[in-house]
T-cell receptor, first 118, second 118 residues
Framework: DGGITQSPKYLFRKEGQNVTLSCEQN?????MYWYRQDPGQGLRLIYY???????QKGDIAEGYSVSREKKESFPLTVTSAQKNPTAFYLC?????????????????FGAGSRLTVL | AQTVTQSQPEMSVQEAETVTLSCTYD???????LFWYKQPPSRQMILVIR??????QNATENRFSVNFQKAAKSFSLKISDSQLGDAAMYFC???????????????FGQGTELSVKP
């Protein structure tokens, strides 16, 4: 079955350590997204990528980095520069439709990764 | 920049009754899409309903319907005949139709936690 796989589901990190969250999709989607979810704040966009080897900062990119070397993979690294990394992280993807979005293609989400800083 | 606001952090409904969740948004664009997503305790994001801004007719999906008021920038979700399985966090989201300007990203509200009483 096609879908998005996020791993690990739970991750614990010591302060000062970098960690990488994996996001893999077999949907042949062009665009991929990383969101952070905190209680009472909804989902906030960290980074997104519309094509391979290209990505853009979202609203809260500081302290995070990404790469998009393959179409199916969009890993997120939480660096030690991220002051409050404890959160739930969601990866999503969707096909590209060209310049204008018909609205037919919605985001498909992974099951998420819970990161806790000890 | 676009914003989405959900002013009801928590709502409660009796089983089989009807409940309405509120959402307002702010944008200067005329072409966009609006969504309601459901996040049950599993934390998997599930699309509930979608509305195209150029359509005057309100979207309906079984027991779920929306009241889309474009001039007022309001997009409420009505759940009829509420079921225990409807208990979840509900997010309202906005997406610009201009992919190259906005990357197809979703902008989310803060969420409304819906509980269903038996």
């Amino acid at each position: 079955d096609g879908g998005i796989t996020q791993s690990p589901k739970y991750l614990f990190r010591k302060e000062g350590q970098n960690v990488t969250l994996s996001c893999e999709q077999n949907l042949n989607h062009d665009a991929m997204y990383w969101y952070r979810q905190d209680p009472g704040q909804g989902l906030r966009l960290i980074y997104y990528s519309q094509i391979v080897n290209d990505f853009q900062k979202g609203d809260i990119a500081e302290g995070y980095s990404v790469s998009r070397e393959k179409k199916e993979s969009f890993p997120l690294t939480v660096t030690s520069a991220q002051k409050n990394p404890t959160a739930f992280y969601l990866c999503a993807s969707r096909p590209n439709e060209g310049r204008h979005d018909s609205g037919a293609n919605v985001l498909t989400f992974g099951a998420g990764s819970r990161l806790t800083v000890l | 920049a676009q914003t989405v606001t959900q002013s009801q952090p928590e709502m409660s409904v009796q089983e089989a009754e009807t409940v309405t969740l509120s959402c307002t948004y702010d944008t200067s664009e005329s072409d966009y899409y609006l969504f309601w997503y459901k996040q049950p305790p599993s934390r998997q994001m599930i699309l509930v309903i979608r509305q195209e801004a150029y359509k005057q007719q309100n979207a309906t999906e079984n027991r779920f319907s929306v009241n889309f008021q474009k001039a007022a920038k309001s997009f409420s979700l009505k759940i009829s005949d509420s079921q225990l399985g409807d208990a979840a966090m509900y997010f309202c989201a906005y997406r610009s139709a201009l992919i190259y300007n906005q990357g197809g990203k979703l902008i989310f509200g803060q969420g409304t936690e819906l509980s269903v009483k038996p």
